[in-house]
């Protein structure tokens, strides 16, 4: 067999292109969490590096059989990066064949990450809410908190309530007039973090992952049934919120379990299991109506891997990206 020496180069403009629905995303995570739970998929932890307070890098590889295809994403992220008229996180997908070991793609994996991140959000909720949840809570006001409403929209057809909070409060008005421009929901701008939190059915927490964060958000705030999804990790929660919690999952034991050693989730005592897992029937899913649930969603390399090639497969049915030798 003879393999062909070029790759599909796509920039950020290529992917957005592509045009993949919430749809494709959330099935292409689903599909990779359940992978996971079955075995039958490889993925270390993610290789995280720090370069002061504010600023992280990460290698995240993994394996999947089911799209035949294996994947390494190196990205950085800051809160610092607004400065630089950049988003949050920046990074590069490699794609490979799983066949032959031949480099695929090489995409920007910006759109993929903030597409895959929130389409893992609307996952979570479709196993562990309580009921069709109706109010939205949101803190920080940027990329994350517009994908996320759109995925959990597609998830929840009926969510048209938000509860939104940022420390800037102008992030706020522009996403409350976004949200209601484009999808005709009812945005609360809430004044404190406690004010957004308090009666949402969903709460998501994305704000920056950084080395020192001020962790203030508490259990009470909570409504009873009330589900949590973190995306930064604990950095918006107090340990004891996280301790006191009723269940606790994650898309990835071993991945949180490894953030421990850079100073995360001490709060975290008892994990009730993967989301994956209670996707396959191998867990549970809440104990009970009212109980308290957070999911912590660290974002996984095997989301990456299986929304990644989707990508190069309609971008090569499409045409776009450019193809360069190697």
């Known amino acids: 067999m003879t393999v062909d020496r070029q790759l599909l180069y796509l920039s950020r403009s290529d992917v957005e292109a592509v045009g993949l629905s919430p749809s494709d995303i959330v099935d ?10 079955l075995g039958r998929a490889q993925m270390p932890p993610k290789h995280w590096l ?9 290698a995240m590889t993994s394996v999947l059989p089911a799209v ?3 994947a390494c994403k190196w990205q950085s992220g800051s809160p610092d990066n607004q400065q630089y008229g950049l988003p949050f996180i920046t990074g590069l997908l490699i794609l490979n064949d799983l066949e032959t070991g031949a480099p695929l793609a090489i995409m920007d994996s910006t759109w993929l990450t903030a597409q895959r991140t929130a389409a893992a959000t609307a996952v979570a909720a479709r196993c562990l809410a309580a009921k ?10 940027g990329v994350q908190a517009r994908t996320n409403f759109e995925m959990l929209r597609y998830a929840f057809p009926k969510l048209s309530a938000i509860q939104a909070y940022d420390i800037v409060p102008d992030a706020t008005r522009r996403y409350a007039d976004e949200m209601q421009s484009r999808y005709g929901a009812s945005v609360k701008q809430c004044r404190t973090p406690q004010a957004a939190i308090e009666n949402a059915d969903i709460v998501v927490t994305c704000g920056p992952i950084t080395a020192k964060p001020d962790r203030v958000g508490e259990l009470n705030w909570l409504k009873q ?8 990790y604990d950095c918006y929660w107090k340990p004891e919120a996280l301790g006191a919690a009723d269940a606790i999952f994650t898309d990835d034991i071993p991945q949180l379990e490894h953030q421990r050693e850079y100073g995360y989730f ?3 005592r008892a994990i009730a299991g993967e ?3 209670v996707l396959t029937g191998r867990v549970g899913a809440r104990p009970r109506a009212t ?7 660290m974002g996984i390399a095997l989301e990456d891997a299986a929304v990644g090639a989707r990508i190069y497969l309609a971008a090569r049915t499409q045409g776009h990206g450019t193809l360069l030798p190697w």
């Open 28 to 37: 292409a995570v689903e599909q990779a969490l359940r992978e996971k739970a």
């Open 50 to 58: 720090t370069s002061g307070d504010r600023r992280f890098f990460s």
């Open 68 to 70: 035949g295809a294996s």
């Open 132 to 141: 069709t949840p109706q109010v939205f809570a949101v803190i920080g006001c």
């Open 225 to 232: 049934g009330a589900l949590v999804v973190t995306l930064d």
């Open 266 to 268: 001490s709060g975290v």
């Open 275 to 277: 989301v994956g897992d």
């Open 291 to 297: 109980a308290k649930i957070f999911s912590i969603n």
